[in-house]
Nanobody, 124 residues
Framework: QVQLVESGGGAVQAGGSLRLSCAVS????????MGWFRQAPGKYREFVAT????????YYADSVKGRFTISRDNAKNTVYLQMNSLKPEDTAVYYC?????????????????WGQGTQVTVSS
């Protein structure tokens, strides 16, 4: 059974940085496309970033482009989300997800496995 466990969330002031990690076990991590999504209270889950199986392809939501960086370490079965210049509107629960197809995907319905989420709170 594939399991995804996020970590690295927390509270930070606007302008600060956080690095989220998502460790994957029980599957073939190096074959999966990976994504990060977020959900703020009262809002739909939204796409943040995705990365292909090799790490060569990435894609970002416009709202985070230039501030967030997605990366992966296939030797460690882990995907990361480096978040810089954080804003209060980045406050949300952040989820990582794995897609058994290897190409980048920005739609949540394409993903097969999900983590439990980690809270990120940005204060002004």
């Amino acid at each position: 059974q594939v399991q995804l466990v996020e970590s690295g969330g927390g509270a930070v002031q606007a302008g600060g940085s956080l690095r989220l990690s998502c460790a994957v076990s029980g599957g073939t991590f190096s074959a999966y496309a990976m994504g990060w999504f977020r959900q703020a209270p009262g809002k739909y889950r939204e796409f943040v970033a995705t990365i292909g199986w090799s790490g060569a392809s990435t894609y970002y939501a416009d709202s985070v482009k230039g501030r967030f960086t997605i990366s992966r370490d296939n030797a460690k079965n882990t995907v990361y989300l480096q978040m810089n210049s954080l804003k209060p509107e980045d406050t949300a629960v952040y989820y990582c997800a794995a897609d058994r197809a290897s190409g980048i995907q920005k739609y949540a319905y394409n993903y097969d496995y999900w983590g439990q989420g980690t809270q990120v709170t940005v204060s002004s």
